[in-house]
């Protein structure tokens, strides 16, 4: 679990991008993308304002009796908040 500013998510793309290509390439990445919208204004107009880390689920075992442990991530959630 990553823990930091709101803004920071390590997966969060960079540079000027539509709402739609940012959810994109975040749910490529394997999250489960939850958009929060402020405002009225038409989708064209919308801009990305925060990208921020939601829960992550994960299970530990050993796969194997008598293996070793390991953990595998099971899903992941990240919040994109948007203003149009």
């Given at each position: 679990?990553l823990?930091?500013?709101?803004?920071?998510?390590?997966a969060?793309?960079?540079g000027?991008?539509s709402?739609?290509?940012v959810?994109r390439?975040?749910?490529?990445?394997g999250?489960a993308?939850v958009v929060?919208?402020?405002?009225t204004?038409?989708?064209?107009d919308?801009a990305v304002?925060?990208v921020?880390h939601g829960?992550?689920?994960?299970?530990t075992?050993?796969?194997?009796?008598g293996?070793?442990?390991?953990t595998?991530?099971?899903?992941k959630?990240?919040?994109v908040?948007?203003?149009?």
């Amino acid at each position: 679990m990553l823990f930091g500013p709101a803004p920071v998510v390590g997966a969060a793309p960079s540079g000027p991008s539509s709402v739609d290509q940012v959810v994109r390439q975040l749910k490529a990445q394997g999250y489960a993308v939850v958009v929060n919208r402020f405002g009225t204004g038409r989708s064209e107009d919308c801009a990305v304002t925060a990208v921020r880390h939601g829960q992550t689920y994960s299970r530990t075992d050993h796969g194997v009796p008598g293996g070793d442990l390991s953990t595998t991530v099971t899903g992941k959630t990240v919040y994109v908040d948007v203003k149009c």
